[in-house]
């Protein structure tokens, strides 16, 4: 019979042998119930935290006695393996969670088990073991405490002093008696980070994450079928599959992370966010060849595209016009007649105000200036009423949503101030959205320059619009 002599000398094999396989850290807990851990799940799942991840609320008897999975179970092995890269997301649209860079951790970690699984067992012939990474009925966070790996966050993650929390956790439950290695203490103390930044306040309570009000459940785990609440698609904050932000501000990754070795981790073709119009048009049988033996397969494309299509991009524009006035002229201002002795000069009706908006909406979309799609040299714009080349330029605008707009008249006399109800009610009108998401604005200069001195009427506008599909 082996000695526990023989049992840590068999420990520092397996641990170098990991070590090769790519694993940081390998940790070891001795065989015994979950007692404490099984009432805080089954509390956990009563509270119906677990959404409709129906599988949770399973194998209870299971999760807190492993010898029920394997037979003469005596310790469980906990490993980690980094899947963090230097590289960073593209840009803040369509953001796919670090973990589902690249290929399935799944394979992957079960794969390299495997080997440590036939390496021990050639150092120990009457090894036996099963190996689970997210693919049973395992309480792995709590082994990963149990053994020292590290401590669970308030986010409920396992935080490791030395690497953060950019790992993947993988159990072998075995028949050696290894002896606990030494707990590790909570180090995330007053610490609320991940607390404060959660938009969905998904984090209830120390170590508690509300699935129902998590962005990372909904954009992975949610039925393709299942509308995601309104209140988590406003605060999707450009997350189109998984979730990062808890660990994102997490003090214990700042310059903590440890490279991973494992190539197959790095992001797919450098794709760390979705291409979303690609993706937005994909078969599923160009979905299916473009995700193999991803994690991303996981939602499907129909789970892919709603997300998609939630996710809303903010945008403002700014914008200005000026025109000099003189009689016999109209002044008209946001489609509306003004009653003035004085009008502008211009090629079309000289509405400043929408001038201003057009160019400030036209700049919000990045396609150019009033001059560019309007220009006074062309024929076809002479004498036309301003409201039709809003309308022209919000039909260039077919795939984005007004938010609001703030605009500002500036005009010697007449004086504005009985006007702005009516133009407000008019531009709401024109541009489609509630009155309340319009503000109008009306002053002079002074008597200084020339709009000082009633030679000029100008108007400044800014918008702010969203994407849609």
């Not at 495997?114 to 395992?138: M, R, V």
């Not at 595209?305 to 996710?311: C, E, G, V, Y």
């Amino acid at each position: 019979m082996a000695t526990m002599l023989d049992f840590n000398a068999l420990k520092l094999s397996i641990n170098k042998y990991a070590q090769e396989l790519g694993f940081i850290r390998v940790a070891y807990a001795s065989y015994s119930h979950l007692d404490t851990e099984i009432n805080h799940y089954k509390e956990w799942i009563a509270n119906s935290y677990n959404a409709d991840m129906m599988w949770m609320d399973k194998n209870y008897e299971k999760r807190e006695d492993v010898n029920l999975i394997l037979e003469g179970a005596k310790s469980v092995i906990v490993l980690a393996h980094s899947y963090f890269t230097k590289q960073k997301h593209n840009s803040n649209e369509n953001k796919i969670s670090r973990y589902a860079w690249g290929d399935d951790y799944h394979d992957i970690l079960l794969n390299k088990m495997n080997k440590l699984e036939t390496f021990i067992k050639e150092n120990y012939p009457d090894f036996k073991s099963k190996a689970y990474t997210d693919t049973g009925p395992i309480l792995e966070k709590q082994w990963a405490v149990r053994s020292g790996l590290g401590w669970q966050g308030k986010n409920s993650l396992i935080l490791n002093k030395d690497f953060g929390s950019y790992f993947f956790l993988g159990v072998i439950i075995n028949n050696i008696p290894f002896e606990n290695d030494n707990t590790e203490i909570d180090r995330c103390g007053t610490c609320t980070k991940c607390i404060d930044a959660c938009p969905t306040h998904a984090i209830i309570d120390n170590k508690i994450v509300d699935a129902n009000k998590c962005i990372s459940f909904w954009t992975i785990e949610a039925k393709p079928y299942k509308d995601i609440p309104e209140a988590i698609q406003e605060n999707l904050n450009g997350w189109a599959f998984g979730c990062d932000i808890c660990q994102e501000v997490c003090p214990w990754n700042r310059h903590k992370p440890v490279i991973t070795s494992e190539l197959n981790f790095f992001p797919r073709l450098q794709e760390t966010n979705f291409d979303k119009e690609k993706l937005i048009n994909y078969t599923d049988e160009e979905f299916r060849l473009r995700f193999k033996n991803s994690p991303i397969k996981r939602t499907k494309l129909k789970g892919i595209k709603r997300n998609l299509k939630l996710l809303r991009y903010e945008m403002v524009g700014f914008g200005y016009d000026i025109h000099r006035l003189t009689l016999g002229r109209k002044l008209v201002l946001g489609g509306v007649n003004i009653d003035s002795e004085l009008g502008t000069i211009a090629h079309s009706d000289g509405d400043v105000l929408i001038h201003s908006l057009i160019d400030a909406l036209l700049g919000a979309a990045g396609l150019g200036d009033i001059g560019e799609h309007f220009p006074d040299t062309d024929e076809q714009y002479n004498g036309i009423a301003s409201t039709e080349l809003l309308n022209k330029t919000l039909e260039l605008l077919n795939s984005y949503k007004i938010i609001n707009i703030d605009c500002m008249i500036i005009l010697e006399k007449p004086k504005i101030k009985e006007y702005k109800p009516l133009i407000k009610k008019n531009l709401a009108k024109l541009l489609n959205i509630n009155e309340s998401r319009v503000n109008i604005k009306a002053g002079t200069n002074e008597k200084l320059d020339s709009l000082g001195n009633n030679e000029a009427c100008a108007a400044y506008s800014v918008v702010s619009i969203e994407n849609k599909i």
